[in-house]
């Protein structure tokens, strides 16, 4: 995700997407993670800020975004462990009644 913040734009986001040859809407979907600029652009955008390419990406929302997908994944092997104890239960119910009726 592209990190302006960190930066100090003393260009509005209007005028760094003219400098950048882009519209203003490309800026607003790199700083939120919903696009990403071509490598091109980012060393353009870097030189005009004055900072290395590496300045500005921030790894916050990365450490957000990794935590909720933990979370995910826990929450989909809870919910697997889950079905699979309710099959082998009704694997033994079945299998009771299987026996049940042979012995009839």
């Known amino acids: 995700m592209l990190n302006l913040n960190d930066q100090k734009v003393k260009l509005t986001k209007t005028n760094l997407a003219i ?3 882009v519209v203003k809407q490309q ?3 790199w700083c939120t993670g919903a696009a990403y600029p071509r490598p091109e652009t980012m060393f353009k955008l870097a030189k005009i800020l004055g900072v290395k ?3 500005l990406y ?3 929302e990365t450490e957000e975004e990794l935590q909720q ?3 995910e ?3 989909r ?3 697997k462990e889950e079905e699979a104890k309710r099959r082998k239960q009704a694997y033994r119910l079945a299998k009771q009644i299987q026996e049940g009726e042979e012995n009839e």
């Open 27 to 29: 800026i607003t979907m």
């Open 53 to 55: 390419v590496d300045d």
């Open 73 to 75: 994944i826990e929450k």
């Open 69 to 71: 997908e933990r979370e």
């Open 58 to 60: 921030t790894l916050e």
């Open 19 to 21: 400098a950048l040859g």
């Open 77 to 79: 092997l809870k919910e």
